[in-house]
């Protein structure tokens, strides 16, 4: 049952009234926070009664964690991670029943992973979710999370008590300034970092704001600041990336650089105007996590064979294509570590850099003062380059150059927007690359997606109907003798069931049969069929292999893959 359902309970049940609830919603909108810190706030309902109310619409038995004294023993059996996680508290054990205190205890799967975690069995109590929070905070030691941050910024912050004033520029950076709101800003690219996301997205909207972290390629909700910090925060967060922070008519780039702990961190920051102010997203370039060796990307032996003598062609081009975030820039990355030695001169152009690399030469685009992919690109190929690595392919101008400079003794590594191998040619080709020139300058063409990992640590066999794995691609022999893991969730993966990701990769050699099917202007299906022919690996079959490995799941295969 969600608060809002608790709320309406409330109201059906005649505990209160509905002009009360629309007094309790209309100050949680405006202030953010738990719902039901706000019912206990409004003075409409006593804690006691509203503590016997949860009990009674969870018929669970309700627990006063103000006053309760749990032994340290107790709550070392629960990790703050999953207690966190799932809001919860461990109350008391008795032989093998641990009684735990939970906002909501209907929530299964955080049971499930205290059984498996603790080995006791559980039974669920209900507390209010101020009172849980506070336990956590108290018996976890937990001052400096940005739950704690929170709670100081409600008593010493006051921002702004109508959404639709116009801050001038001097007042946002006083606000932005402002000790509280500084140290919530750092406590959550702290924690990002800490956490190993890839990205925060800083999202207002009209009556609340939200943080969300991408992890592992997935995003979760971690906070929502009061509506009324929302400048403030904002404005913090463009003064750190020395962005204009009285320009928000139109999106702006910047960097944070931080140190977290002993680790130094690049942050990419961009703003985008949005309907109710400025979405700022913050990718997290963290080269203590940037994985250079192909032996560990996750291929399959064959394809890493094929990719490697690719790239270490004397002539050609490589092109390396996925969606947005799917590990593009990193396998070329890997690609330019493993060939880059003294005697050749490696040379970048990226929008932007994300990485610098020790040995090689790295432009960045710089589209207001007229440095595009092209004209960097011709100017690079002035500087006597055996390598030319270009970020992205965005259009004919770049492609063609890219195509030039392959068939005159330049090796040429890129990236393109497509959804599989074979059709990275019709891309070209729609560009406006005559096929012959596709033909002559292409050597190989991957295709990759990201997956999650499973945890190594609370890795599990699932049992996977065979029926199910026949459907999703396997033969019914290999669906009979397979064994299908998944991760329960520990405080490892923060109660996910998956640590880390990898790549699944489709490689496709130009043949020279393939080279003529071009010539020709075979279709797309007709590419991908002659090369599977020849044994190209597709990306369901390579995310296939890595589930019967048990080193991903089901789920992840079906989330990133289509069915040939």
Same mark, same amino acid.
């Given at each position: ?26 100050? $949680? ?68 029943? @641990? ?12 049971? !499930? ?18 009172? #849980? ?20 910024? !409600? !008593?010493? #912050? ?12 001097? *007042? ?8 509280? #709101? ?8 702290? *924690? ?6 890839? !990205? %925060? ?16 390629? +997935? ?54 105007? =949005? ?11 963290? &080269? ?5 060796? @192909? ?9 890493? *064979? ?5 790239? &270490?062609?004397?002539?050609?081009? #490589?092109?390396? =294509? ?11 990355? /890997? ?13 970048? +152009? ?9 040995? %090689? ?10 440095? /595009? ?24 101008? =770049?492609?063609? %150059? ?7 003794? $330049? ?39 990201? +997956?999650?990992?499973?945890? *190594? ?55 020279? +049969? ?16 002659? /090369?599977?022919?020849?044994?190209? %690996? ?5 995310? @296939? ?17 289509? @069915?040939?």
């Amino acid at each position: 049952m969600t608060p809002e359902k608790i709320a309406e309970a409330l109201v059906e049940r005649q505990v209160i009234t509905q002009e009360q609830l629309d007094q309790i919603q209309e100050a $949680h909108e405006k202030q953010g926070g738990s719902l039901s810190k706000h019912i206990l706030e409004s003075g409409f309902i006593t804690e006691d009664a509203f503590r016997e109310f949860l009990a009674s619409c969870f018929r669970v038995r309700a627990v006063d964690l103000s006053s309760a004294e749990i032994e340290a023993e107790v709550i070392k059996l629960v990790p703050v991670e999953i207690a966190t996680r799932f809001q919860l508290v461990p109350v008391a054990r008795q032989g093998r029943i @641990l009684q735990v205190a939970m906002v909501n205890p209907e929530n299964l799967f955080a049971i !499930d992973d205290l059984k498996f975690y603790t080995g006791l069995e559980v039974s669920p109590l209900v507390a209010p979710e101020p009172e #849980v929070k506070a336990a956590i905070d108290k018996y976890y030691d937990r001052a400096d999370t940005l739950a704690s941050v929170m709670q100081e910024m !409600d !008593d010493d #912050v006051d921002v702004l008590e109508d959404d639709e004033e116009i801050l001038r520029t001097q *007042d946002m950076e006083a606000e932005s300034q402002a000790a509280p #709101v500084v140290k919530l800003v750092n406590s959550l690219l702290a *924690d990002a970092v800490q956490r190993n996301a890839s !990205d %925060i997205h800083v999202e207002p909207y009209e009556k609340h704001m939200r943080v969300r972290y991408r992890i592992d390629g +997935v995003l979760h909700d971690m906070m929502s600041p009061p509506t009324r910090l929302k400048s403030a925060i904002l404005s913090r967060l463009k003064i750190m990336a020395e962005m204009d922070i009285a320009e928000r008519r139109v999106p702006q780039d910047g960097r944070i650089k931080l140190r977290v702990g002993s680790r130094t961190v690049d942050m990419r920051v961009s703003s985008l105007p =949005t309907l109710f102010d400025e979405k700022i997203v913050l990718r997290i370039l963290d &080269k203590d996590n940037l994985q250079v060796d @192909l032996n560990r990307l996750g291929f399959q032996p064959q394809p890493l *064979d094929e990719f490697t003598k690719a790239i &270490k062609s004397p002539y050609g081009m #490589v092109l390396v =294509t996925g969606p947005t975030g799917s590990g593009k820039t990193t396998t070329l990355y /890997s690609a330019l570590t493993k060939i880059n030695t003294p005697e050749v001169n490696v040379i970048t +152009v990226e929008d932007p850099v994300e990485y610098n690399l020790d040995g %090689i030469n790295q432009v960045q685009v710089n589209d207001e003062v007229g440095l /595009s992919f092209a004209s960097a690109l011709k100017s690079i190929l002035r500087q006597d380059p055996n390598i030319v690595m270009i970020g992205e392919i965005r259009d004919l101008e =770049t492609a063609s %150059i890219a195509v030039k400079a392959a068939l005159t003794g $330049h090796l040429v590594l890129s990236t393109l927007h497509t959804n599989d191998a074979p059709s990275s040619v019709g891309r070209m080709i729609d560009m406006g690359i005559e096929p012959f020139l596709v033909s002559s300058s292409v050597r190989l063409i991957l295709a990759q997606r990201l +997956v999650r990992r499973i945890c *190594d640590r609370c890795k599990q066999e699932d049992p996977v109907p065979p029926e199910v794995l026949v459907e999703a691609g396997l033969s019914e022999e290999e669906a009979g003798k397979a064994k299908i893991y998944r991760g329960a969730g520990c405080p490892n993966c923060n109660g996910s069931g998956y640590a880390g990701r990898l790549g699944l990769y489709e490689v496709m050699v130009l043949s020279p +049969v393939v080279r003529e099917m071009i010539l020709d202007r075979a279709s797309t299906a007709e590419l991908r069929e002659r /090369s599977t022919s020849e044994g190209m %690996i597709s990306l369901r079959k390579d995310g @296939l292999w890595k589930l019967l490995q048990g080193v991903t799941s089901l789920e992840e295969v079906l989330r990133e893959t289509n @069915l040939e």
